[in-house]
């Protein structure tokens, strides 16, 4: 969970984020590079299918520079956890050829 704060999507991102589903992608690897969970993409591309795809009613939508920062967390994370799982595998390969 994050801070228990929801994410406020604009309907641009959310069509986009459809549309990378329809293009062959799956839905794990377009909620990874766009850095939204899954159930929430799955939710969006079953209402597209549905043809109610439409923004969130009351505040405004996410705006693009907030949607980059976003994607650019979670891409991140990801390198952050390979350079942390390769600095392990080193320090052991090291290890064992003394």
């Known amino acids: 969970m994050r801070n228990g704060k929801r994410g406020r999507y604009t309907l641009e991102f959310k069509q986009e984020a459809v549309r990378l589903v329809g293009s062959s992608q799956s839905i794990a690897s377009a909620a990874r590079s766009l850095g939204v969970v899954e159930q929430t993409l799955s939710n969006w591309v079953k209402v597209d299918s549905e043809g109610k795809l439409k923004q969130v009613s009351g505040k405004s939508g996410v705006t693009a520079e907030q949607m980059e ?19 392990k595998a080193t320090a052991y390969f090291a290890k064992g050829q003394k």
């Open 69 to 87: 920062i976003s994607r650019l967390r979670a891409e991140l994370a990801r390198v952050t956890m390979e350079r942390d799982i390769l600095g």
